[in-house]
């Protein structure tokens, strides 16, 4: 059974950084694009950034280039998303999701597979 699990969400202040972690079971990072969407009430899911799978290839959305950096450690499964000069509007929840053999897709239906999310909320 695959799962993905987020985890490090939490409540900062603006111009703060944190570390959001996708650990996967179930499959083999390694062969899947990963990617973050975040989502906050009242609005669709948003492309924050995507990794390929085969060269590290990285996309970001316009909003997080220079702020936002996604990598992998595929030895542990795991995926990361580094934020910095956090600001209130990247307040919601994050979530992670994957797909085989994919590079970075800005479109949420690409996707196969998705964690339950963290919620991340930036405050004045």
């Known amino acids: 059974q695959v799962q993905l699990a987020e985890s490090g969400g939490r409540s900062v202040q603006t111009g703060e950084s944190l570390r959001l972690v996708c650990a996967a079971s179930?499959?083999?990072?390694?062969?899947?694009?990963v990617a973050w969407f975040r989502q906050s009430p009242g609005k669709g899911r948003e492309f924050v950034a995507g990794?390929?799978?085969?060269?590290?290839?990285?996309e970001y959305g316009d909003s997080e280039k220079g702020r936002f950096t996604i990598s992998r450690d595929n030895p542990k499964n795991t995926v990361y998303l580094q934020m910095s000069a956090l600001k209130i509007e990247d307040t919601a929840v994050y979530y992670c999701?994957?797909?085989?053999?994919?590079?970075?897709?800005?479109?949420?239906?690409?996707?196969?597979?998705w964690g339950q999310g963290t919620q991340v909320t930036v405050s004045s």
């Open positions: 999701t994957c797909r085989e053999f994919g590079g970075p897709r800005y479109d949420a239906s690409e996707y196969t597979y």
């Open positions: 179930g499959l083999t990072f390694s062969t899947h694009g």
């Open positions: 990794i390929a799978w085969t060269d590290s290839r990285t």
